[in-house]
């Protein structure tokens, strides 16, 4: 069974729902990046300098740097 011919359009309805989705996404990530940056240990560096350092960030090769072989 075929869906119907929308010329090329999403129904209004459809359309809306997909834009206020997209647009709440946005607005999470944007006040949340807002809400860190503002902090303390984002201004001086030091949230820079640990996140690679937790242990949940790894690098697997071929991506790290002295992995490659001849």
């Known amino acids: 069974m075929r869906p119907p011919d929308t010329g090329g359009r999403w129904p209004s ?3 809306a729902v997909h834009l206020a ?3 709440l996404a946005i607005a999470v990530y944007s006040s ?3 809400y860190k940056i503002q ?3 984002w201004q001086d560096g030091t949230a ?3 996140a690679p ?3 949940n960030v790894t690098c697997r090769p071929p991506y790290c740097a002295g992995s490659v072989t001849a």
């Open 21 to 23: 989705v997209v647009f």
């Open 13 to 15: 309805s459809q359309a």
């Open 53 to 55: 350092h937790t242990g």
């Open 32 to 34: 949340s990046g807002w």
């Open 48 to 50: 820079l300098y640990y």
């Open 39 to 41: 902090g303390p240990r």
